[in-house]
């Protein structure tokens, strides 16, 4: 396998050169399998695990490989195994908060250059949503396009093209069935050799479709959406990358049912940006935008120039990031408390 086509370049190869020289070799994570891993490295695929070191050193689960990570290896049995040792430096990712009442990082998908977010032309078809991926995707500098698929679906998809392309000016949109190939053309022109680009949506916008038509052939499983309600089944339950035979690595995601922001601050500056703009105007330097007198922002919903709807997400998402920041700041203080308590102890001893 020619590195090059997963994205290998020279920057990689300057990072990667001290650790070549202890002899390690490299390799790049295409499947995540909770503590299982399967990775590409030039002499084809193998399955991999990291050492015990690794493991125990480790201060989150965010640091382990993901799907995309190049990695640092030693291989064994005959080449049938490789060991991994360090994840190098990521140039990008795509993560969120952990499901569940903790406040952790969840890194979905590493070193990607395109983000393609899938929404379908049904009932999952919802612009709020759309600003919470975008605003994501921004954070981590990755470019976005957004796909919406099942225009068979929709005879009125133009209006909803219109739409999503009126949230941001330079936003990339391309509307396509994978039932029909409509637009596949379109989407395929967009696949870059030594890219990798990440689809990411809810259940049953059809990104396993999608990537089986880029593809020509049904590497993963598809299922038909309930008509009542549109929602699909987890049909992709891991993520996993394949690279195309004209150049390109493609990462399949499962569906996401929980999307909460994790340190965003970036990405709604730059998703929010006319908000920003309009709150230059603002009487108050420190304004809330939520009931101060002479508030721009206010005004400019009142006039219709700003949308309700985009507005109220507006601020959902900031009183959001405000409560995240607050809880990390606060266990961050109880975990060095908690640290200093254990040195003073032993210095006791001593």
């Known amino acids: 396998m020619d590195l090059k086509k997963l994205g290998w370049d020279d920057h990689l190869e300057k990072v990667f050169s001290p650790l070549k020289s202890v002899g390690y070799s490299v390799g790049r994570v295409t499947i995540e399998n909770r503590d299982r891993y ?16 690794f493991m125990f050193s480790a201060d989150s689960a965010a640091q382990f ?4 990570d190049w990695v640092a290896v030693t291989m064994f049995d005959a080449e049938q ?28 998908a590493a070193n990607l250059d395109v983000i393609f977010i899938v929404q379908s032309l049904d009932e999952n078809y919802n ?42 000016p ?25 890219w990798t680009f ?25 299922a038909e959406v309930r008509e009542i309600d549109s929602r699909g089944r987890h049909t992709t339950t891991r993520r996993q990358l394949i690279v195309l035979p004209t150049g390109g690595c493609l990462i399949d995601t499962p569906g996401m049912r929980e999307l909460q922001l ?14 920003d703009r309009i709150s230059t105007d603002c009487h108050f330097s420190d304004c809330t935008h939520t009931s101060e007198i002479k508030c721009a922002v206010l005004a400019a919903v009142a006039s219709g120039e700003l949308p309700q709807g985009r507005y109220q997400n507006y601020l959902k998402m900031r009183k959001e990031l405000a409560h995240l920041e607050t809880t990390i700041n606060k266990e961050s203080f ?6 200093d308590k254990i040195l003073h102890r032993e210095i006791n001893r001593i």
Not at 198 to 222: H, P, R
Not at 262 to 275: R, V
């Open 334 to 339: 109880l975990e060095r408390k908690r640290k």
């Open 262 to 275: 994790w340190q965003a601050e970036e990405g709604m500056d730059e998703t929010f940006a006319d908000i």
């Open 81 to 108: 195994k490789a060991i991994i040792h360090e994840v190098l430096p990521r140039k990008t990712k795509f993560s969120r908060k952990a499901p569940g009442k903790g406040f952790e990082e969840q890194v979905i």
């Open 38 to 53: 399967q990775i590409v490295t030039e002499i084809g695929e193998c399955p991999a695990e990291v050492t015990g070191k």
């Open 65 to 68: 490989p993901k799907v995309g």
């Open 198 to 222: 990440a689809f990411i949506g809810s259940s049953g916008v059809g990104k396993s479709s999608l990537i089986n038509q880029l593809a020509g052939e049904e590497i993963f499983k598809t």
């Open 127 to 168: 612009l709020r949503r759309l600003e919470r991926y975008l605003v994501m995707v921004h954070e981590n500098r990755v470019q976005p396009i957004v796909v919406l698929n099942k225009t068979d679906l929709c005879p009125e998809y133009e209006d909803r093209l219109t739409a999503v392309r009126n949230l941001m």
């Open 170 to 194: 330079d936003l990339t949109v391309v509307a396509v069935s994978a039932k029909t190939n409509s637009g596949l053309e379109t989407l395929r022109s967009l696949i870059k050799a030594e």
